[in-house]
């Protein structure tokens, strides 16, 4: 079996940028990799061959519908000599070392305007493509399927709209999508879950969906899915996905259910986001095994019942909010994980808590149950 990973001398800082592990979504910066420098090394091969012939075509249809570009970004953008050109990067083909070609752009922060044409499929050597924090709207060109190396896509924060563009998913060496802070909408295709992706970052779009029932099946370390219409249940088996996941962040949603015990087998998770959602019942002691958590928030549900000691006892832990609950005792150990938020629960010897009768009337109402699917129909709003 040989390496799926095509091997780019010039971009394989990046490679190993990505197995760095990447913060919470408040402190994620908008893309984890930095630009490259700005004098990639030069190759003695000749600077023309037809594939930068084709990567000419490519790029010009593509300046061709950039509209605003007040870096003036691609006023180096004409010639033949397309690896000059400001965010493109050429390295010798992966399946022929005598001949350069377009292995990576990089545009991230350009304030470029416009769509992606078609003709960016004649990029067939393209292993990168970061377009973060421009201004490019449209859909995602289908053609960008038949990329075969393309391995990391970063599309975030732009105006791009349309559906969930599931062409993607057929490339087949796609390990990092991220379509962060865009305007897409629509269903999210369950074939994501059983692909490839380690990395998967849709949050604050307007994605309507819920989580299926292969989403277990999926190897990814890094899923984000914050501030989008994701609705329905947390899967009660969620512990399979226990050898790779490393961060879950489901923030803001619409998620009403328990959180299920078999969470605690997720011994890789170093971060764990489930906050504002209408989560009930209790906090599950078994979160007390995730022996790599270092931030838990659990904020803004309606969770009820203890704080499980054995959690606050994580070594791991660094951070841990469940404030805006109806959570009703904690130990003093909680006290001393470095960063805690207790607050507006009904732990009556601490701070900042609700009003008692906020918590009387809470506690009167019978209790959530959650069926076998851990799911449950939300309780009235308070
Ligand atoms: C881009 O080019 C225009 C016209 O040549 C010039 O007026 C403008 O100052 C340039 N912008 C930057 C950021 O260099
Ligand atoms: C671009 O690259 C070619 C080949 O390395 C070089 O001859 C040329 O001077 C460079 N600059 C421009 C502006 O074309
Ligand atoms: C990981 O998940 C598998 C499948 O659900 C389970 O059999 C195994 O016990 C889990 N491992 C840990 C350490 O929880
Ligand atoms: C949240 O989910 C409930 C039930 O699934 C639905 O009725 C409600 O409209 C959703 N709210 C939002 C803001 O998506
Ligand atoms: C701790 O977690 C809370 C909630 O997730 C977050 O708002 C806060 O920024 C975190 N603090 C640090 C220092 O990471």
């Not at 965010?87 to 990089?106: E, H, K, S």
């Not at 897409?184 to 994501?192: A, D």
């Not at 609705?231 to 489901?250: D, E, F, R, V, W």
Request: glycine content about 4%; hydrophobic content about 40%.
């Amino acid at each position: 079996m040989t390496t799926l990973i095509p091997h780019y001398p010039p971009l394989l800082s990046l490679f190993i940028l990505l197995s760095l592990p990447i913060l919470s979504l408040s402190q994620l910066p908008l893309s984890p990799f930095p630009s490259p420098s700005p004098n990639p090394p030069s190759y003695n091969l000749p600077t023309f061959n037809p594939r930068l012939a084709d990567a000419f075509i490519a790029l010009q249809a593509w300046k061709h519908v950039i509209t605003a570009d007040p870096n003036n970004i691609t006023k180096t953008w004409w010639g033949p000599h397309v690896c000059n050109y400001t965010g493109v990067f050429c390295a010798p083909a992966p399946d022929d070392n005598n001949i350069l070609t377009v292995a990576g752009i990089d545009l991230n922060h350009d304030m470029l305007e416009g769509t992606l044409p078609d003709h960016l499929s004649l990029l067939r050597d393209l292993t990168l493509l970061h377009l973060n924090s421009n201004s490019f709207s449209g859909v995602i060109p289908p053609s960008l399927s038949k990329l075969p190396l393309l391995f990391e896509v970063d599309l975030s924060n732009n105006k791009f709209s349309g559906p969930f563009p599931s062409d993607l998913l057929a490339l087949p060496q796609l390990k990092f999508l991220d379509l962060r802070f865009n305007n897409f909408c629509g269903e999210v295709p369950s074939q994501v879950f059983d692909t490839a992706i380690d990395a998967f970052f849709i949050n604050n779009n307007q994605f309507a969906f819920s989580l299926p029932p292969n989403f277990i099946n999926s190897i990814a370390s890094v899923l984000v899915f914050a501030n989008n219409g994701l609705s329905g249940c947390l899967p009660q088996n969620l512990g399979a996905m226990n050898k790779t996941l490393n961060q879950l962040i489901l923030q803001n949603s619409n998620i009403t259910s328990c959180i299920p015990e078999d969470i605690g087998s997720l011994e890789q998770l170093t971060v764990l986001d489930l906050s504002y959602n209408n989560l009930v019942g209790k906090i599950p002691e078994s979160i007390g095994n995730m022996k790599s958590l270092q931030v838990l928030d659990l904020g803004h549900n309606m969770l009820t019942g203890e704080v499980p000691t054995i959690i606050c006892e994580l070594e791991s832990l660094q951070n841990i909010t469940y404030s805006y609950n109806y959570l009703f005792w904690e130990s003093e150990v909680c006290l001393n994980v470095e960063m805690l938020d207790d607050s507006e629960n009904c732990i009556f010897w601490r701070p900042e808590q609700r009003f008692e009768n906020e918590c009387i009337d809470f506690l009167h109402r019978p209790p959530a149950q959650c069926d076998d699917n851990g799911c449950i129909a939300p309780p009235p709003p308070y």
